[in-house]
């Protein structure tokens, strides 16, 4: 039996085809920003508020939200039912004395002096026509507008989408819906007396579930509705003058031609505002264009302003406990476009893949945090992008490989140009096989198929990192650079060159040995001193803990030492430099020659005392100096201790 393929829409959940998150650009931001001096929660906030490449952040969500929001209020105005009833009532009057002006009976004078004695306002002067007996069928059929189009907007106002519903009113109808109010509001207080209502509404529903295209399935989803619409209605009558107001007030009650209509829709809004007094019934909005909107049209107006105001606090992000799981998408998507709706849900995605792959976590105190995971990952990119700069610069190779030939470190790697390692064979004619698998041809070894075996040298290294976290690092924008530097050495040695010991080791007034996500978090502060003395005491610390490793010795900073340690662990700081830090200082270059390390200082920027200092230390400690531009910093930081891990002699 052939089993075949059945293939349909796709409706809900997660869209299969939609790319993976990538992670890449996101964790590089974050990282950047963390580095930077921002907490990762501030970073990651930063993140969403951003966006990436293809996906609009939260702050342009949000302002083509305010954008929309004050282009409602610039287009349109609120009278456009007292247009339409004023223009309809003009047309009724109009017609009429047309009809009336070649009768020359009594009667006929008599209802034009009717007509000529109606009350100035348009709510009063349908009033008086209320009982008036029409002699034009046009002008009747123009005034049984006005009720029609009176009863539409009403109901409109408060029922989402009736307008459409009552397009051709008849007299059953409008009782149809009178009935339908006045169960409802009987439904309505029975709620609110406490009692159950769960049969009662499943009987309001049978009988008028028509009214309700949204199709609620309890008695408060149906009062949440209900009630978001009348106060949307409550706030348009908010925003009009007094006099537009009354004006309409006094017109409800000609909605199609029944008084009680209106009525029941005034205890409607009562026992919704009772039930629901948290909704907002108070507010108002000031419209100022030229486009009128009805009564119906208004209501809407005004629940897209408080959607549109409801949307900007969920892509704020500012309540406690806010999650971008709390968006509302389909909201989103019906105020700026489906476009809209799909950046949100990746922004969310996005948040929740840094989680999930746990690149971030929760400390015991709260506080997010990079993740081991993501200090590798970040690692990774700066180490690749200090490779690309040595062999753009220097065209070598070396820092790709574990190191020169000697001991297999039980791996293998692709042969690139330049590789003198010998072949693993087993795994060069096991690719073979398998690329020509497919052909049934010969197995030929191609270029492509070779593995040569990874060695690694057998000289082991303790090396020190000094950085310069005094303000003037981030003032002159050192900071993020010097972290990079230290993030791809740290990557570097711990994958690669597993038995070298790294210490990385801080100085401003005073210096301290940090951990590499320490330093990655590290924020600047405004502290006066350089205190590379107590760095250099430190350095020559680690050294003698591994005598058995070469020595090595590596210093960033952008200026020349201004602060020593004292005796009693006081750090004292004097600028300019005085004899006695420099002498201390240079102590301990001295101490760590005697050790076997020469003391490699990269020197940031311009500072002539600094290249002073710095070619006083290449003298007394056969040191180097280096002066590379930022960018620079890490290909000659890693450059510097990959050629300095020879073998002691």
Known sequence: MTR?????PWHDGPDPLAPPVDLREALEQLGRDVMDGSS????LEELLRRGTGDTAGLDELTRRLWERRARIQRR?????????????????????????????????RFRETQLDALPPGTAAAV???ADYDWRSEQARQAYQRIRDKLGQELMESRFQGMKQALSDVTPEDAERIRRMIADLND??????????????FDRFMAAHGDFFPENPRTVEELIDALAARAAAAQRMMNSMSAQQRAELSELMAAAFGDPRLADQVSTLDANLRALRPGEDWTSSARFRGQDPLGLGEGAQAMADLAELDALAEQLAQSYPGARLEDIDLEALSRQLGDDAGVDARRLSELERELRDQGLLERAADGSLHLSPKALRRLGETALSDVIGTLRSRRGERDTARAGAAGEPTGASRPWTFGD?????????VRNAVLRTASTGGDVRIDVSDVEVIETEQRARAAIALCVDTSWSMVQDGRWVPMKRTALALHHLVSTRFRSDELQLITFGRHASTVDIDELTAMEGVWEQGTNLHHALLLAGRHLRRNPDANPVVLVVTDGEPTAHLEPDGHAEFMYPTTPR????TLTEVDALAKLGASVTVFMLGEDENLAKFVDMIARRGRGRVIHPDLDGLGAAVVGDYLGNRKPRH
Request: proline fraction near 6%.
């Open 420 to 428: 003198s390692e010998p072949w693993e064979v087993s795994r060069t």
């Open 581 to 584: 830090t420099l002498s201390k």
């Open 40 to 43: 990762p929660r501030s970073a």
């Open 4 to 8: 075949g393929f059945h293939y349909g």
């Open 76 to 108: 349109h105005n609120l009278d456009g039912t007292l247009s339409e009833v004023r223009a309809l009532l003009d047309e009724a009057l109009a017609a009429e004395r047309t009809a009336l002006f070649p009768d020359p009976s009594d009667d006929a």
């Open 187 to 200: 439904l309505l207080l029975s709620h609110l007396r406490g009692e159950d209502t769960t049969d009662k």
């Open 127 to 129: 009033r008086e026509l």
